[in-house]
């Protein structure tokens, strides 16, 4: 990522967030995203302006690890790709209200990454809340079972599904029987992404 000039590197990621915008990325098959990399390959305005600095052949990858990998965050107001989304999912505030209830409080300076969790204040007790997509399911249980043995507060996890996804009554069934086992109570949220 250093052998690229950093506006050029700025104006390529903003590039490809913009694109992405205008996508049904989230429901795509991984095969139709395949297609987009080849496309942003040969774009002047992504590929055109990375393989200044870049092997062609380098160019999906950084696109893949560096943009996309991020634009999950990016959508949440996290990490450093965060100033260039243009759409965003609901903040911290809003995902535990729409998960735990009103009375909730999300503290934003207890937020982390890999999986994205906060701590969040209600009435009587505080949670740890740990959400994300259901791809990402075994990282969320894994975090709440890591928080249980580090003595955090209790983990909730919180599955969010993008507005035009959706999960069957099985998957949500099994996903709860899943998170169980593990003695964690998990619920499940639709966001709705809206333009910053």
Not at 9 to 27: K, M, S
Not at 55 to 71: M, Q, Y
Request: glycine letters at 8%.
């Amino acid at each position: 990522m250093s052998d690229i000039d950093e506006e050029i590197r700025r104006e390529v990621i903003a590039e490809v967030y913009r694109q992405v915008d205008e996508l049904d990325w989230d429901g795509m098959t991984p095969r139709e995203r395949s297609q987009w990399y080849v496309r942003w390959i040969d774009d002047p305005r992504i590929g055109g302006k990375l393989t200044r600095f870049i092997e062609r052949d380098r160019v999906r990858v950084w696109i893949k690890d560096g943009p996309i990998k991020e634009l999950p965050r990016a959508r949440y107001g996290i990490g450093p790709y965060a100033q260039f989304a243009v759409s965003r999912y609901p903040g911290v505030e809003q995902i535990a209200h729409q998960a735990i209830g009103p009375a909730w409080v999300a503290d934003p300076e207890t937020v982390d990454i890999k999986p994205n969790r906060c701590l969040v204040r209600g009435p009587e007790s505080d949670v740890l809340m740990i959400w994300g997509p259901a791809a990402k399911l075994a990282d969320l249980v894994w975090a709440g079972i890591n928080a249980r043995v580090d003595g955090s507060a209790e983990p909730l996890i919180v599955v969010t599904s993008p507005q035009g996804t959706r999960l069957s009554g099985g998957e949500m069934l099994r996903q709860r029987v899943l998170a169980k086992q593990a003695s964690i109570e998990l619920r499940h949220i639709t966001l709705r992404l809206a333009r910053v």
